[in-house]
């Protein structure tokens, strides 16, 4: 009976000591994973490339979160390939649009339109298909850790009471796609960016009531005003 008592004691140093080695790697792990976080961008760094004049951008900001100070000897992973989609909603959070906007990355290039044309032969000869950029229209980026990445959100002209939601599709409708299209008025906005094995939620609110440029801007919502949107 004593002798067995080491033996057991071996057996449990045995399994606790694996139990903590699988526990710090997991650890480590989900320590290195990418830790990313949305903000509006204050102040507008810049406007899109050959942004058309007199109009005013709302973008967000996508941050990949260095290491906690002590932690920094390792190194956080990187988020790869981080693509997105925002939402518009009403102020009871209902969905203003009915479907989802790909979201377009501002260091992105812009698409470009091969400008080629298809007949729709079971149609009337004058039915004609445009065919737009096939290969640019979706946007993805890089987030290294302690990086940022800009995406935009609406656009809105001067002199024009509506507001348009802003993605690769504005450079193919004069920058103001249908689909897109916001009247006046106060919009919940929710945007999901994805990357390997992460999400990243953010929600704020778009206020375009009032005619000046400068009263069309993106504002923090409260976390009662958050749950709508969830």
């Known amino acids: ?30 320590l290195r994973k990418p830790s990313l976080v949305l903000r509006i961008e204050t102040p507008e760094l810049e406007l899109p490339k050959n942004a058309p004049p007199q109009t005013r951008h709302l973008r967000l900001v996508l941050k990949n979160k260095p290491l906690i100070p002590g932690f920094r000897w390792m ?17 009871d ?23 080629g044309q298809i007949v729709d032969l079971q149609q009337p000869a004058q039915l004609v298909y445009r065919i737009v950029n096939i290969t640019g229209m ?47 008025g106060v919009y919940l906005v929710r945007a999901v960016i994805a990357t390997s094995g992460s999400k990243c939620i953010g929600r704020f609110c778009l206020m375009n009531e009032a005619d000046p440029l400068t009263a069309f801007h993106l504002t923090s919502l409260s976390r009662k005003e958050q749950k709508k949107i969830r």
């Open 138 to 184: 979706e946007s993805r980026v890089d987030v290294h850790p302690g990086e940022e990445e800009i995406l935009d959100v609406s656009v809105r002209f001067k002199g024009e009471p509506e507001c348009y939601g802003w993605n690769n599709e504005s450079y193919f409708h004069n920058y103001r796609t249908p689909d897109w299209k916001l009247d006046r």
């Open 93 to 115: 959070g209902q969905d203003v649009i009915g479907k989802a906007m790909a979201v377009r990355w501002a260091s992105s290039p812009e698409p470009i339109n091969l400008g």
């Open 1 to 30: 009976m004593l002798e067995s008592r080491p033996q057991v004691e071996i057996l449990l140093s045995i399994v606790g000591g694996g139990l903590i080695t699988i526990a710090t790697a997991i650890f480590v792990e989900w």
């Open 75 to 91: 190194q956080r992973s990187a988020a790869l390939q981080c693509r997105g989609t925002i939402t518009f909603h009403n102020k």
